[in-house]
């Protein structure tokens, strides 16, 4: 270094040699080579495929253990959510069918021991007595109102109201555990229907309308002279048969047809209730029997007077195809001639109003149904168009914004101008509000048009409440006009059965007037029923003697319970549709040709 720093320089700045390399520094080292692991499509080092091994692993014993051991850990289920009032009323109105019950031959000679209704007991043991060609006599069925009455008119159409409300809401009748109470209700009913004709033959000339009588101020003994509960009644009750009855014989028909579709797991059941649907179906529809069964009938006319038979024809022809699939049915149901003859399409108020009288609204909702849920097309297309047109108008009526029907100040609809019985107009019609809002919404249809203005599902279902909630208390008197419900409501019924006490003495025809005018509370509680409800200025006067506000019906509790169970939310889940679309359909056979199978595989 000291001779030559040249030299020294120009070795820093070269390297190596490989001799001076192997000197200095030794072997050189082995480079570690990576070894892979093929997986098929991809190669991957092992080192990598370790790593991520156990990044799973540990994830796992992180956070998937312990999902595992918290999940299997017993809990509590929580408490379903409280009955809304709705739920609490549907339980009540349903126990009024129970306290109308007479007993009925298919009960070995009792009521049954579940009906609940302690005050009551067997009655109406001689009906039909007089009717020898009847088998059986014309014992069981229900009492139609405080009388002891039975009509079949209002009896059957009360029967497929019915049974509309279990075909739609099933699961809803399920979860508040009504579902077997309102099907025995139901069948009680139609079984009593099927001893009203000869229900074992395919062709028959005469129907019974009605067991019981009652002469307008009559003088003599007979069920609206006397004043007796019907376990004591001891006057003559003619059963009253008619040769001609388009509208009894169509509402008949519904009844059993709508029940055989409720009944569709008891094979045989159904099958009964749907050939005895077909005989008197076939029997309302014989040209020479054209006269509404009402009419030149003294004991029938003044009570329920039928006006028309156009509407059952459309509504029993509805039901019978959605029963049986036949399309005979719905061709005759979506005939144009058919919706002429009814005035269907003409826009009358009253006949946008569903009832006992006028099946109208009610008929081009259900066929409305078919249109939206199956879409069939040719050749039903056109009258199921005008149908759900006249549907969609008939709700546009309901709102008061658009001034079709008075309301009184409270807030009821005065769907019969003022006249007596208002609720069980209210009532049916606030069901079909409430459906209508539910198909819509099964089928993702937010709302549709009044003229300019866009009505919302949410605003149809609002209506319905309204109007339910009025009868359930909010309204000016602050009382609820359901017996049982709430703490305020009606307690001097006109009704035989609750005024007079279940005490053992047998009171006779007039001797049950002191019970009629007696100024205290009813000794038997009726519980459920629906009394007719105030006048148009919202008064209500809790007396006996005023029978058009404080007599409760069957068809107002049938609608009463039919409201209740669609504006409930129980048993309607979260994303769940609260009507079940499929049911109704389940005789219904398909609307298109099915597909062709697919072709054979190719071989060369």
């Not at 120009?10 to 490989?18: F, I, K, M, N, S």
């Not at 139609?190 to 009203?196: P, R, V």
């Not at 068809?555 to 129980?570: D, E, H, I, K, Y």
Request: glycine residues 8%; hydrophobic residues 35%; contains cysteine.
């Amino acid at each position: 270094m000291d001779l030559d720093r040249g030299a020294l320089s120009a070795r820093q700045h070269h390297e190596l040699d490989e001799t001076q390399q192997s000197w200095l520094l030794g072997p050189p080292e082995a480079k570690k080579k990576d070894k892979y692991v093929d997986l098929g499509c991809v190669v991957v080092k092992r080192k990598v495929l370790w790593w991520a091994l156990w990044c799973v692993v540990g994830a796992f014993v992180l956070i998937g253990l312990p999902i595992i051991i918290a999940k299997a850990i017993p809990h509590k289920k929580p408490h379903p959510p409280p009955p809304d009032q709705y739920t609490e009323a549907l339980h009540k109105a349903l126990l009024f069918f129970n306290a109308q019950k007479l007993q009925s031959s298919y009960c070995t000679g009792k009521l049954p021991k579940n009906n609940g209704i302690s005050w009551r007991g067997n009655s109406g043991l001689s009906d039909g007595s007089d009717a020898k060609d009847v088998k059986g006599g014309l014992v069981g069925g229900y009492y139609d109102a405080g009388d002891n009455i039975k009509f079949h008119f209002p009896m059957a159409f009360s029967m497929t109201l019915l049974s509309w409300s279990v075909i739609e809401y099933s699961a809803k009748y399920k979860a508040v555990g009504e579902y077997d109470h309102v099907r025995e209700l139901i069948k009680w009913g139609t079984d009593y229907l099927l001893l009203t004709f000869n229900s074992s033959a395919s062709t028959i000339d005469k129907i019974y309308a009605q067991v019981g009588a009652a002469k307008i101020n009559g003088s003599q003994p007979d069920d609206h002279f006397c004043w007796n509960r019907p376990e004591d009644m001891a006057y003559p009750r003619p059963s009253l048969s008619v040769s001609s009855a388009p509208d009894l014989g169509g509402e008949i028909a519904a009844a059993l047809a709508a029940a055989s579709i409720v009944f569709r797991d008891n094979a045989a059941y159904s099958k009964k209730l749907s050939q005895g649907a077909a005989t008197v179906y076939k029997f309302a529809r014989q040209s020479g029997r054209r006269t509404p069964y009402s009419l030149r009938q003294p004991d029938i006319e003044y009570y329920y007077n039928s006006t028309s038979y156009w509407d059952e024809y459309m509504w029993s022809a509805a039901w019978m195809y959605y029963a049986t699939g036949n399309t005979t049915y719905i061709s005759f149901a979506t005939d144009p001639r058919l919706p002429k003859n009814a005035k269907a399409f003409f826009n009358i108020l009253d006949f946008s109003v569903f009832s006992w009288d006028n099946k109208l609204p009610g008929a081009q909702l259900l066929l409305s149904r078919l249109r939206m849920f199956l879409n069939p097309g040719y050749p039903y297309e056109e009258s199921l168009i005008g149908y759900h047109n006249a549907t969609s108008l008939n709700m546009c009526m309901y709102f008061p914004r658009f001034n079709s029907f008075d309301f009184t100040k409270g807030g009821m609809a005065l769907f019969n101008h003022g006249k007596g019985q208002p609720l069980q107009y209210v009532v049916a019609n606030s069901f079909i509000a409430a459906l209508y809002a539910d198909y819509m919404e099964a089928v993702n249809v937010p709302g549709w048009y009044c003229g300019p203005n866009f009505m919302t599902t949410n605003d149809l279902r609002a209506f319905a409440k309204s109007q339910v909630n009025y009868i359930l208390g909010d309204n000016p008197k602050k009382m609820s006009y359901v017996v049982g419900f709430g703490k305020k409501y009606p307690r001097h019924l006109h009704h035989r059965g609750a005024s007079t006490p279940h005490n053992g003495v047998k009171y006779s025809c007039t001797g049950g007037y002191k019970w009629r005018d007696s100024k205290k509370a009813d000794p038997n509680l009726l519980n459920g029923a629906m009394v007719g409800g105030p006048d148009k200025n919202d008064g209500f006067k809790d007396s006996r003697n005023t029978f058009g506000q404080n007599e409760p019906t069957l068809v107002g509790n049938a609608g009463l319970v039919a409201a209740l169970v669609a504006l409930t939310n129980s048993g309607r889940g979260v994303g769940v549709t609260a009507v079940d679309k499929n049911t109704m359909f389940s005789a219904v056979p398909p609307m298109f040709p099915a597909a062709p199978p697919p072709p054979s595989s190719w071989k060369p």
